[in-house]
């Protein structure tokens, strides 16, 4: 017989056998369009330096006619007697108080220390001081009483926990913080119904509320490029952008129409 | 001989078979390796899933090891833990003295036991002859044998022993006695031991324990020895095949009641039970995206769900449907394939298989909202499926109203037969021989008689659930009777052409008909309707009506607005242009009463009763729930419109200003409608009642003359079993086999197929559900049709994708149910009370106000207007079952005002501008809802009060005290019936307390308020804890110096007995002089009652 018919009488079986070992070799893989591991490319975390810091400050107007302050009715309360005004829209000569100002975005991913020193939620007179406040995300705020009658804290967040608790007068402060971002946490006072203040929850400490000059200013930003959110619980919200350089000190106004 | 020639062609010589061989030989071999291969690969599949998943979960288990053990560590250095190891090792250090000194002897002991009771001559030798000893001369009958053995037994008694001890001493016994006292002591003497042992070693165990527990709560995920230990199981593992074998009846298989589960779906899906989550990313390959054995090793995404149904009770496949048996390839073991009747349900209908056994529940469970299968079934009512095609369970009443009249026959012949009997007895008596007998059978008689009284009740009880019936029985669109009394004549042709260009949220549905059906149809419904005019109403104040309209709660089912602008509820109409359609006079009936009929119906005349009718015989036209009866034959009339809408108790002067404003609502001017006078061409009425017949329109309609005609669709109750091949795809199977090609043209139909245009074959009932529904005439795409009877009937419902998907999946899990009834959620108990009553809920949709679950968003919730005034809505009904009395529930569920003259506001929270309507529930409406609430709060039915202590004078001052306390100024919000004060008030008066309120739920509200109403105006923190008691947090006046009782109960039990005077006069203490002078309504639940003693 011919060596070539041996060739196929024997390697028929074995090239079966590598078939078969191919076609059973397992599964292709399927390859990743994009490697799972690497995280996108994040802006790196790099550490305030204080040499470089830069501040942004500025006024924001009211154009336009302020409506005079809503009065208030306090009678249903002889303990409350504060001033009888409201203070949803505070615009004198122009000048707008009670914006938030903050960071809205540019920082990226850094993350900043929580300061261990509260802020300090006052309750005299029947009203809220201040009226619009910016805290830490995990920031503890100190809630005082310091009128001569029972308030209950009734916050009601779209995205934390709600919780409404009493105090009474000389009572013990209540320490709380909020867990997670939210601006214009609306918090109010079941007992007296025009009590009302709003809390902002912020991941960065670069944020200000206007003065009754509607005056801001932000200090310590690292240098670069950022969103900078005015909130104001009645008119909305505007957005400007600012470069900063290196100690930078810049102006950014901004102006609310009702 | 000469040699023969060998022949030239010698096939022995010439020929060879080593190619057959060789053949065969490969034959063979590719036999063999083919085999080898099925071993491994071809038909066990699943080898190769356990091979991976054995080398991907133990590479995932020694990350997550590393992972816990650094977390481990930061936990066991926390101060906390500290503390308790601290702990744990002083009172092991403590008690470890003793504790060596115990087990020492107690070892000791054992040796002695040991040598006193083992061996030969021995204690447990010896007891075992003298027990038989005595055993054999108590069973011994002649008294000498008995003495003898007496003797003997003694004698061996008498006997000493010798024992080594285990000291090596050689100790003697005198006697049997002596051996047994020396015996029993020593045992005491470990019994004593043992327990002194364990008394030392509890608090340090316990110490573990609690050392032990905080780890283990504070871990994120298991424990470093605990992922060891799965990883060595793990890695232990042989391929085998995993298989849950319900044991119900498992070893009968063929038994009607056997689950029949053998479910092998855990070959593959290795990590489903597994204790630590597994995600498809976590299971891929280092840098690899989720290949199909990631996304097979994935552990179950709803661990609730699976604690619930136990996966050994349950196995896989009678929720996800596939074929659990199959093995041999993924198709197979899904049942994705022709031969498999049920293929597994695909993500997005996933909770089809819910419905299988939650048929009979309208909400699946009870903490939880958005489920898919629970829009599908909200959809199939509200959107009238039923109208047309039965669904076992949907729309009951008229059912039941038959079977209870049959049951009614039944027991009027039982009656009959009962009585004849009971004549046949007492004829027999009077002719008995004996008077034992004639007594006997009078007796007999007397039964019947009382057995008579019994059916004669229960045939009223019937009557009465007969009327409950009809008062239940409600149709999804209005009733087309009073047509000519409602609407604009010309409108109802625009609108049966096309209802969503007139009001695109529509529930009615596009019927696609032609000119010639719209004219005839509405000719019909025109002419057949009744012609009593409505009364006259002057007009009102549209600015007053547009305030009542969006306070009163009327937006909690109705819409307003069109497109993004669109605000209210999905429940009912969108009134956007109401008022170029509807009659102003009717509006206000309407506002006032939807309730409100015509003409009364009688079912068994089968004609709308009226006027003329009551004149004959006499009496006055009055037909209401108290003047049910037909006047010409007595049998119970239909007197309200079958509608849900409910009496929101206005004046009807309020009514008159609401719907004045409803009726500017409008795009045109009524008038602008082309004139449709053909509607009162009588030759129109008969061939519309023909098409008003084909299409079924009496199944969401009343309409004259078709009250009591049948469904004109298929039953749906088992749809989703149906073989296939009886889903009817007409010309469109070719296609739906393949794949591809979508019939689907119209854009808008397009767009409500949940998957898109089909790309992959579609020839199953998903694909037929979603293309049914987007498209309903689908099916008659290529058809030659010689009459417009032939096409297909069924309207498009106009919905979106994610309807479809809801209603596909409620389709899909309609079964025929092939589980034993053990499997099926059919409780008997205080669980059937909340599945009925959610059927009521929902049937009144008062989710659009009250929260029933938390985290459930109410329609009123989301409006603008309530975004700054959350106390300004409905209460919350999270705990009403714990909160009030039962018998108080029922009142006010029959009547909210609770006042039968003052019925025009709230009857409990009179400070709520929305209002709680009055439904007019039938009898058993009302009971199914309060037994409801009842079981939702795990609250006993019937309820029976507890007493309320009366107070002390002084209880009641030192109670006073804390109700006016400035530190919980109970009265600053609550009302007091003082309507300046009222004005600001944000919760209920406390005179309503009594006969409403259960005690102990007082008590749980003053703790933790936000616990039981989340978001609610009354405030934690009132009280603490101290001492084991509640204790008011504020200041205490010095009475309540040594008072050691929970001061919460106090306050309720003062609450409870407090008098209008009482309340008025702590309220004119707290500074407002007001309140003193002014003297409040009178309140329902406040007068009576037991005085505060002073």
Known sequence: MKTKTWVTILGMPVACGFVLLAGCGGKKEETAEQPAAAPAAAPTAAPVDPATVATVAGTVKFEGTAPAGAKIDMSQDPACKGTNTAEALLASGGHLANVFVYVKDGLGSRTFDVPKQPVTLDQSGCKYHPHMLGVMIGQEVKIVNSDPTTHNIHPQPKDNR???????????????????????????????????????VVKSPFYAVTDADGKFEIKGLPPGDYTLAFVHEKLGEKDEKVTLAAKDNKTVDETFKP | MPDKPIPENDPIVTKSLAPHYVICMVVLMATLFWALWDEDFGQRPWKTFQHEWKSRYSAFLKTARTQSAQSQKEIENSPDYQKLKQDYEAASKSAESRINELRERLREVGAKILAVQDGPGHFTDRRAYVTAVTYDIETTASSSAKQGKQRDLDAYKAEPSTVEMPDGKVQTFKNFGELEEVYNDLKNERTQLSAELGELLKPVTEKKELMDSYLADHMVSLTSSQLLNLQNSVESLTPAIRQINVNEHAANLEREDSAQIVDRCESCHLGIREPVNLTAAAMSLPGKKPDEYARAFTSH????????????????????????????????????????????????????????????????????????????????????????????????????????????????????????QADDFMAQADKAATNEEANHLNDRAVALK??????????????????????????VG??????????????????????????????????????????????????????????????????????????????????IGEGDQIEGGTFAANLTRVGEKANYDYLVRWVHNARERTRPYCPYEKKDIGPEDYKKKGVPFVFDLDHSKCPNDGHELQV??????????????????????????????????????????????????????????????????????????????????????????????????????????????????????????????????EHKLAE????????????????????????????????????LGSQENPLPPSYQYKPLDYRKDIQEGWWVVKKYNCMGCHQLIPGQKTILMGLARYQDAQEQLPPKLLTEGARVDPQWLLRFLKNPALNDNDTNRNGIRSYLQVRMPTFSFSENELGKLVRFFQALSRQPFPYIPEEVPVLTAKETEMARSLFSSTAA???????????????????????????????????????????????????????????????FSGPTPPSFQGYDKDHTKLLVDYILQLTAEEQRRVASGMGRSRAAVTPGPPVAAGSGGRGVSK
């Open chain 2, 776 to 811: 309903p005439n689908i099916w008659d795409q290529g058809k030659i049709f010689n009459d417009e009877t032939e096409k297909l009937r069924m309207p498009n419902l106009h919905l979106t994708k994610e309807q479809i998907r809801a209603l596909t999946t409620f389709l």
């Open chain 2, 478 to 559: 209005p009733n087309l009777k009073d047509v000519r009394l409602k609407l604009n004549k010309n409108w109802i042709p625009v609108w049966l052409k096309k209802p969503t260009d007139f009001r695109p949220t529509t529930k009615m549905p596009n019927f696609r008909l032609t000119d010639e059906q719209i004219r005839a149809i509405s000719a019909f419904v025109w002419q057949s309707g009744l012609t009593d005019p409505p009364p006259k109403h002057k007009p009102g104040n549209a600015a007053h009506g547009k305030e009542l309209f969006e306070t009163r709660g009327c937006l909690a089912c109705h819409s």
């Open chain 1, 162 to 200: 709600e919780w409404n608790e009493s105090q009474p007068p000389q009572s013990a402060p209540l320490d709380k913080s909020f867990a997670r971002e939210e601006i214009l946490l609306p918090v109010k006072c079941n007992q007296h119904p025009w009590m009302k203040m709003y809390i902002n």
């Open chain 2, 450 to 475: 009382v057995e008579n009284s019994k059916v004669d009740l229960r045939i009223m009880q019937l009557d009465r659930t007969t009327k409950s019936l009809l008062q239940d029985m409600k149709k």
């Open chain 2, 969 to 1031: 100024p109970c009265l600053k919000c609550h009302a007091t019936g003082d309507p300046v004060h009222d004005r600001t008030a944000t919760a209920p008066n406390f005179l309503q307390a009594r006969g409403r309120l259960k005690p102990d739920w007082m008590e749980q509200w003053m703790l933790d308020p936000q616990a039981i109403s989340p978001g609610t105006s009354m405030p934690s923190g009132l009280f603490k804890r101290q001492d084991g008691h509640w204790v």
């Open chain 2, 301 to 420: 995404p709803n661990r609730d769900l699976l604690r619930i149904h136990d996966s050994e009770r349950f196995g896989c496949s009678p929720c996800h449907q596939g074929n659990g048996r199959a093995t041999t390839s993924v198709e197979k073991a899904h049942g994705t394939y022709e031969h498999w009747l049920w293929p597994i349900f695909r993500a997005g209908n996933y909770e089809a298989g819910c419905q299988i056994c939650h048929s009979a529940d309208m909400v699946l469970v009870n903490n939880d909202v958005g489920w898919v299968i629970g829009e599908g079934k909200d959809l199939f009512r509200q959107r009238g499926c039923v109208g047309c095609h039965r669904y076992e369970g949907y729309d009951k009443e008229p059912e039941d109203l038959l079977s209870i009249a049959q049951e009614i026959k039944l027991l009027e012949q039982q009656k009959k037969d009962h009585l004849k």
């Open chain 2, 640 to 769: 309200q419109n079958m509608t849900v809408m409910p009496s929101l108790r206005l004046s009807e002067t309020d009514a008159e200003d609401i719907a004045s404003y409803l009726i500017t609502l409008r795009k045109k001017s009524p008038s602008d409608y082309a004139d449709a006078s053909f509607m009162d061409d009588p030759q129109l009425k008969e061939q519309g009642k023909k098409w008003v017949r084909f299409f079924g329109c009496f199944g969401c309609h009343e309409l004259s003359g078709l009250e009591d005609e049948g469904r004109i669709g298929t039953e749906l109750t088992a749809e989703g079993s149906k073989p296939v091949e009886r889903l009817d795809f007409a010309l469109l199977t070719e296609v739906a086999e393949r794949g591809g090609n979508e019939p689907i043209k119209d854009p808008e139909d397009l767009a409500r197929l949940p998957e898109g245009p089909a790309k992959e074959p579609w020839y199953d009932h998903q694909g037929f559900f």
